[in-house]
């Protein structure tokens, strides 16, 4: 094999796009480059202004171009390498982040006549505001005894790509008529780079409920709504291609924008999740990763089919192929740290923080390390984004129990990074439950800088932690795709084995501290089925309270 060979991984992100060049032959990443998005997340009001209501969270696809324009030069400059050199691109995106096109793929948002509407624009992945949608795609498909809710879980969320299209039937149907095909990003972005649609295998099973070769019927659909029985047949229905597989040749605009050569590979779509399995070497069955960053996604490969109640969703060959792919997760986690530390760090610890040198996480971590467990005396539930796993309930909201007049900023702080390590302990035992093992767990993303919350999960689920070698893992993991796409590896384990990184045992469970663990985390759980399921719904009666407020 030619060792100057090299692929480029693009992770599409909440509020960023990264691009990474990587050595085909091991690996190594040679540069990468990070483009903000100019409109981030558009969760209060459309860029002319327009209002939006509470729940919502949009976003600008030509944010999206920009990233192929700026950030994946950028990373070929950095890297000194030529673009004959590259032999293929692969994209991750966050999921489902999901958007109403013409047949041509131009976005309805990029049109005048509809630039002021809100539904004319992608869904990211955390817009909650189709829940009513889910909950009544839920509790019909339960009362027809749909085949494919049990490969959800038992419910689909309403972050998927069914909900957040009744939604837009329901709430604008001008746009829904509109609308000529209702894609992922994750396809979208590929369309873009080799001028092809081809649906990927991995958000069509998750996302799209596509199992077993089928999507949910029209009679299903038509008993939701009656407009919407054709929603399958006329805006989603696209051939659909395995992970690793070449969606195309990298097209001549899109070889203008990047730098790259006319031609290369450009690799069928994949998740931001999914895509990370590999990077770490989780290619096994057993390996659970958990990527964890604004949110967390844990996802996993099996040889063993279990129904685990309330996890995201089952695909067969949904991360690798010939195995079960399994993913769960949690909705919000950096994303409730950064909140409390928007709004709940007050001035004197800013000015010790900047005395410090620290972020205000940095400042609050060393703070909260000082303590033993329980010693703040709190334990929380990690819903303020909603429960995606194992309650798949959005309109669930936080909760700190236990505060005093003297509990200081550091012991919330503290008992909210253990409240998302009880969440995701309650995940791994939903699938031990089920008879579905959990052999390893490797840990991922941003936040595995927070060495504090790395221990933390360890004594909670009393597990050694295994971390990615890698800042960048969906990059990593993108990048890889790419080398199976352009024949540079066979395929994605022996890619995998070549080019992933994983460390193992870089935390350790002490005993002690996870003994402490095992009292709070009883107390969770007593909070989390008395909230979470229907001993008291006060959640849900705050929710229609706003809602009838504002
Ligand atoms: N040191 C830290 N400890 C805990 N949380 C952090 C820390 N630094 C940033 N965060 C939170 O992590 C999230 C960003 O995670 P990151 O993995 O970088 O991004 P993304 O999920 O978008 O890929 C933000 O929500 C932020 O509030
Ligand atoms: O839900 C999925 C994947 O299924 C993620 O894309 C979503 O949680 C966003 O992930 P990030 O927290 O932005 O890394």
Redesign the pocket.
């Known amino acids: 094999m030619n060792p100057e060979l090299c692929v480029v991984g693009v992770?599409f992100?909440?509020?960023?796009g990264r691009a990474v060049v990587v050595r085909v032959r091991d690996g190594a990443e040679l540069a990468s480059a990070e483009h903000l998005y100019a409109h981030a997340v558009l969760d209060r009001e459309l860029p002319d202004g327009t209002p939006l209501p509470a729940d919502w969270a949009l976003q600008v696809p030509a944010d999206w171009v920009e990233v192929l324009r700026t950030a994946v030069p950028e990373a070929l400059a950095a890297a000194g390498v030529r673009a004959e050199q590259v032999v293929g691109i692969g994209t991750d995106f966050t999921a489902c982040t999901v958007l109403p096109v013409l047949a041509d793929g131009t976005p309805l948002c990029e049109l005048p006549a509809f630039a002021a509407r809100p539904h004319a624009y992608p869904k990211l992945w955390k817009h909650h505001a189709a829940q009513g949608q889910a909950d009544r795609i839920n509790a019909l498909a339960a009362e027809r005894k749909e085949a494919w809710l049990e490969r959800y879980g038992g419910k689909v969320s309403s972050e998927w790509e069914f909900a957040k299209a009744l939604q837009v039937l329901e709430e604008d149907p001008e746009v829904y008529r509109r609308t000529e095909r209702w894609l992922e990003a994750a396809d979208w972005i590929v369309w873009r780079l080799c001028g092809r649609y081809v649906r990927n295998a991995c958000t069509a099973g998750y996302k799209g409920q596509y199992q077993d070769g089928r999507y949910p019927s029209s009679e299903y659909l038509a008993a939701l709504h009656p407009d919407f029985a054709g929603f399958v047949a006329d805006k989603l229905e696209q051939p659909i291609a395995q992970l690793g597989d070449r969606a195309g040749g990298l097209t001549a605009e899109a070889a203008s924008w990047t730098g790259l050569a006319e031609g290369i590979a450009v690799c069928v779509g994949n998740v931001?999740a999914h895509v990370t399995a590999p990077a770490a070497v989780a290619v096994e069955p057993g390996q659970m990763v958990a990527i964890?960053?604004?949110?967390t996604c844990h996802v996993m490969s099996s040889d063993r089919y279990g129904t685990v109640p309330g996890m995201c969703g089952i695909v067969d060959g949904g991360i690798l192929p010939g195995l079960w792919g399994y993913e769960a997760g949690q909705s919000g986690?950096?994303?409730i740290?950064?909140?409390f530390?928007r709004t709940g760090f007050p001035a004197e610890y800013a000015a010790a923080a900047e005395a410090a040198g620290q972020?205000p996480?940095?400042h609050l971590?060393a703070l909260a390390a000082r303590q033993k467990v329980g010693e703040h005396g709190l334990v929380a539930l990690d819903w303020h984004s909603g429960n995606r796993s194992v309650l798949v309930d959005h309109d669930l909201s936080g909760v700190i129990v236990g505060q005093t007049l003297a509990t200081r900023p550091e012991d919330v702080y503290r008992a909210l990074?253990e409240a998302t390590a009880f969440g995701t302990r309650t995940i791994v035992e939903a699938f031990e439950t089920a008879g579905v093992p959990v052999r390893e767990l490797i840990i991922a993303?941003?936040?595995t800088?927070?060495a504090l919350?790395m221990q933390i999960y360890a004594d909670v689920t009393r597990r050694p932690l295994s971390l990615i070698g890698s800042t960048q893992g969906?990059a990593l993991g993108a990048a890889m795709h790419a080398a199976v796409a352009a024949g540079a590896h066979p395929d994605i384990r022996t890619a995998a084995r070549a080019m992933g990184k994983v460390e193992r045992g870089v935390y350790l469970p002490d005993p002690h501290r996870a003994a402490a663990y095992d009292r709070l985390y009883a107390e969770y759980r007593t909070l989390h089925d008395y909230f979470g399921r229907g001993a008291n719904d006060v959640m849900h009666r705050l929710r229609r309270i706003r809602t009838e407020a504002s």
């Open positions: 992770d992100g909440t509020l960023s931001d964890m960053g604004t949110s986690v950096g994303d740290f950064g909140w530390v972020d996480h940095a971590t990074l993303g941003g936040l800088r927070n919350l969906p």
